[in-house]
């Protein structure tokens, strides 16, 4: 069964740095398009990010010059390099997936509180 395990999420204050990871397991596929979205609370789940496989990169423009997003395909990983976080970051932050043989995977979601 494959998996996308995110880590790294937590309570920093705003102007800090948080990094994400979003770990794939069960599978020795390289995933074409990896994502990140986010949910704050009682808001739809909405874009951050993705990566192509040949690292290419898109970004929400509320993000855009803050985030980073990179990938080592040989570990089957993503990472979310998050700078100058602000409140409005705040949210539950997950990993997507796009388009493989089992569909759209989605990982468990992991919490980024930005203190004001």
């Known amino acids: 069964q494959v998996q996308l395990v995110e880590s790294g999420g937590g309570l920093v204050q705003a102007g800090g740095s948080l990094r994400l990871s979003c770990q794939a397991s069960?599978?020795?596929?390289?995933?074409?398009?990896m994502a990140w979205y986010r949910q704050a609370p009682g808001k739809q789940r909405d874009f951050v990010g993705l990566?192509?496989?040949?690292?290419?990169?898109a970004y929400a423009s509320s993000v855009k010059g803050r985030f980073i997003l990179s990938r080592d395909n040989a570990k089957n990983t993503l990472y979310l390099q998050m700078n100058n976080l602000r409140p409005e970051d705040t949210a539950v932050y997950y990993c997507?997936?796009?388009?493989?043989?089992?569909?759209?995977?989605w990982g468990q979601g992991t919490q980024v509180t930005v203190s004001s």
């Open positions: 990566i192509t496989s040949g690292s290419t990169t």
């Open positions: 997507q997936a796009r388009a493989t043989p089992w569909g759209d995977i």
């Open positions: 069960g599978s020795t596929l390289t995933f074409n398009i």
